[in-house]
Structure formats: C-alpha cells, structure tokens
Antibody
Framework: EVQLVESGGVLVHPGGSLTLSCAAS????????MTWVRQAPGKGLQWVAN????????SYVDSVKGRFSISRDNAESSLYLQMNSLRPEDSAVYYC??????????????WGRGTLVTVSS | QTVVTQEPSVSVSPGGTVTLTCGLS?????????PSWYQQTPGQAPRPLIY???TRSSGVPNRFSGSIAGNKAALTITGAQADDESDYYC??????????FGGGTKLTVL
C-alpha cells in the first residue's frame, strides 16, 4: 500500500524557518516526481513545488521562490520542504503528493494526509 | 499572470447531470495542459478523480467523466448523488512550466 506521511508542521513566528518531511512507502520512490501542495484555512489548493526523481530539477510557485527549497533523499524514500522567511500567508495544511505518469499524462495519484503549518506571532 | 478558472459554486438536483469547467484566463486548455480533477470533502485530503482527459482513477464511479470541450477541460457528473456534494479542483500545466490549481468549485446537490 502506498503511503505518504508528512511531519514537521508547527506554530512558527513570522520570519522563522521550518522543514517539513514526508516519509514515503509502498512504491519505488526514486522513480517518481514528487510535489508539495498547500491549502490555507478555508481556501483552495495551491501547488507549491515539484522535484524530479533524481532531484536534478526543481520548480516553485512564484510566491515561495527564493524562500522555500524542495529536496529528496531517495535512499531514505523521503521528501522535504525547507521553508525560510515564513509569512502569515504561508499558513496552510501542506500535502506531500506523488505525480503519476500514465499514457503520456501527469496527474497527482497519491496524497498524504497533510501537516499544518501556522505562521503567527 | 495566467490564472486557472473554475466556477466558484454550482448546484445540481439528485439524479441530474452537471458539468464543471476548468479554463485559462489567457489561452486554451489542451492535452498538453495535462488536465486532471480532484474531489475534496472537508478535513480530508484530495481524492484523484480524472486524468488523461477522461480516465477515471481507481474506484471512481463511472458517473464521473472528463473531456476537453472548446477551450476548457470539463468534468461531468451524470446521475448526481448526495455524496457527490464536495469541492472539485482541476490542475493544469502552464506554458511557464509550472502547475496551477483552479480556485475550486463547490458542488451542492439539492
């Protein structure tokens, strides 16, 4: 069974830093693009960042570029999101998710349950 | 900046048919947009529904179908049921090389 389990969400002050982790199991982690998606309270989903299977390519939504860094450890089947210079608007549930590739199309085929990050003084 | 557009709210009668759309503020949705659809109920993680234009994810009832109609992606529910009342999101791959979710559609079955 595929599992994605996020951890690391806490209350942090504005300007602070935090690293989220995602433990993956039940599939060959090193073969998949991975992603972080967030959802602010009462709001919609927002794609945050992607990382290629070998970690050689990363992309970010403009609002986090330069502040957040996505990384992975394929030996440990783990995904990370380093978040710096946090702002109140970064408060959200952060989901770790997997990009599946079928018949030439990408889609998010597995989601974790999410971890809550609250940025507040 | 290009934005992915969805109807904020839509309602359907039980047993009825409803179509939700996913478009771009600038340009057209095509197969290269890799459109996919997700269902979310409060407090839960999103559930994959449709990908590859019209392929249902595992366990998704066949009353859900997808298409590209005109310049938008579309999700159609035929024979809506009470437990289809949820938020529905699409996500698209943009020309910028980044991904973007639509704002979501709140579907009411009444």
């Amino acid at each position: 069974e595929v599992q994605l389990v996020e951890s690391g969400g806490v209350l942090v002050h504005p300007g602070g830093s935090l690293t989220l982790s995602c433990a993956a199991s039940g599939f060959t982690f090193r073969s998949y693009w991975m992603t972080w998606v967030r959802q602010a309270p009462g709001k919609g989903l927002q794609w945050v960042a992607n990382i290629k299977p070998d970690g050689s390519e990363r992309s970010y939504v403009d609002s986090v570029k330069g502040r957040f860094s996505i990384s992975r450890d394929n030996a440990e089947s783990s995904l990370y999101l380093q978040m710096n210079s946090l702002r109140p608007e970064d408060s959200a549930v952060y989901y770790c998710a997997r990009w599946g590739y079928y018949s030439g199309y990408y889609h998010i085929d597995q989601w974790g349950r999410g971890t809550l990050v609250t940025v507040s003084s | 900046q290009t934005v992915v557009t969805q109807e904020p709210s839509v309602s359907v009668s039980p047993g009825g048919t409803v179509t939700l759309t996913c478009g771009l503020s600038s340009g057209s949705v095509s197969t290269s947009s890799h459109p996919s659809w997700y269902q979310q109920t409060p407090g839960q993680a999103p559930r994959p529904l449709i990908y590859s234009i019209n392929t249902r994810s595992s366990g998704v009832p066949n009353r859900f179908s997808g298409s590209i109609a005109g310049n938008k992606a579309a999700l159609t529910i035929t024979g809506a049921q009470a437990d289809d009342e949820s938020d529905y999101y699409c996500v698209l791959f943009l020309d910028s090389g980044l991904w973007m979710f639509g704002g979501g559609t709140k579907l009411t079955v009444l």
